[in-house]
């Protein structure tokens, strides 16, 4: 049993982007993605019989949402209402609470936490507070109903897209990533206000929190390194794909995970041509294992790893026989280190020696 859980950022009208050549099966998992993790911190509460789902941060844009989108949530929250559960909606925008209570048709169990006043809960005889704090913001105060005042005060701030935190307080990640740039898996956070070990006279316990993470994300966006050393061909790189999806665990899984494979190719500047050579094959092979009742995987690139440290730019050129192309390769791991993210550098330094191989 828990008291609350915290939603950040469901973004239920912005959608996912989808890869150009995913199969349908993909299309809709990854459409439904966001109601479906907001789905999964609703099934967070009904599990932990907890007082209120609180949402916060970008939660449903009037001026954006369709009216199916509005009438999934306020399905959701009559249903959560039905069995007990309140929805807290903050917001730092005294307009947004009247654009959003007229967008749901002001749905019993739906209360607001704006500048005008908090969001106020009776939680096992004690009264809860919700406030905003900040747009991307919230927090909690505990009433003492005997000395008064609020001895316990908790804040969560969501971590953006940028995966910096805009506040102070305990790290809630979104609900449901957008794109491989958002650093942090999707999660809800389930928070226990009180000790539960408390004895049975009135508020003779003290005031404990806890606080854990439940997974929602529904699309994973994940890069698996494999070996490029001992490859012969694309059955071979098949199989190291397929060992580095096998061992990811179980629970780290999403309902779909796109895939980006780069291999280590040692510094071997033609293990990397070899790679480049056998990869739209490998893709292809890969791509048609796809199967959404098992297999939830969908490939979206293999490639030679051109962040490969610059130091191996230079032995892999200092080895060849490609004449004057050491010097130029020492120039540039010179120049690189030089500049304070040489990563696109590199990049560029990988695929300057691949042309000279092949010239």
């Known amino acids: 049993m828990a008291d ?48 209120a789902v609180v949402l916060f941060g970008e939660s449903l844009d009037p001026k954006r949402a369709s009216p199916a989108q509005a009438a999934r949530l306020r399905r959701l929250i009559l249903s959560l209402a039905s069995e007990g559960c309140r ?40 009264a809860v507070d919700i406030v905003a704090d900040g ?85 994973a966006w994940r890069t698996v390194r494999v070996p490029g050393g001992n490859l012969t061909g694309e059955e071979d790189l098949a199989t190291d794909i397929w060992k580095a999806i096998e061992d990811v665990a179980a629970a780290d899984r999403a309902v779909v995970e796109f895939l980006r494979v780069v291999v280590d190719c040692g510094g071997s500047v033609p293990k990397r041509l070899f790679v480049s050579q056998i990869a739209a094959g490998t893709l292809a092979r890969v791509q048609s294992l796809f199967d959404p009742r098992s297999f939830r995987v969908w490939c979206l690139s293999i490639e030679a790893d051109r962040r490969e440290p610059l130091e191996r ?25 030089s500049i304070e993210q040489p990563a696109d550098l590199r990049e560029s330094a990988w695929l300057a020696l691949e042309l000279l191989e092949v010239a």
Do not use: N
């Open 87 to 126: 929805t807290v909606w903050v917001t730092v925008e005294e307009a947004a609470a009247t654009e959003v209570s007229r967008m749901l048709g002001s749905p019993g169990g739906l209360s607001f936490a704006c500048p005008s006043g908090p969001a106020r809960l009776s939680i096992r005889g004690r």
């Open 313 to 337: 730019i230079e032995r892999a050129v200092a080895a060849g026989s490609v004449p004057g192309v050491a010097t130029f390769a020492a120039s540039l791991a010179g120049l690189a280190r």
């Open 4 to 51: 609350l859980v915290l939603a950040f950022d469901a973004r239920l009208d912005r959608p996912i982007p989808m890869p150009a050549d995913g199969p349908d099966a993909i299309d809709r998992i990854v459409s439904d993605a966001p109601f479906d993790a907001l789905d999964a911190a609703a099934s967070a509460a009904r599990q932990g019989r907890v007082s």
């Open 135 to 219: 747009p991307a913001g919230v927090a909690v105060l505990v009433e003492d109903p005997g000395a008064g005042g609020h001895p316990l005060r908790w804040h969560a701030h969501g971590i953006t897209g940028d995966g910096r935190i805009r506040g102070t307080g305990q790290p809630l990640e979104s609900l449901q990533p957008r794109s491989s740039d958002e650093p942090h898996p999707g999660q809800c956070g389930v928070l226990t206000l009180f000790d539960r070990h408390e004895s049975l006279a009135p508020y003779a316990g003290s005031l404990v929190e806890s606080f854990e993470k439940v997974p929602t994300q529904q699309v």
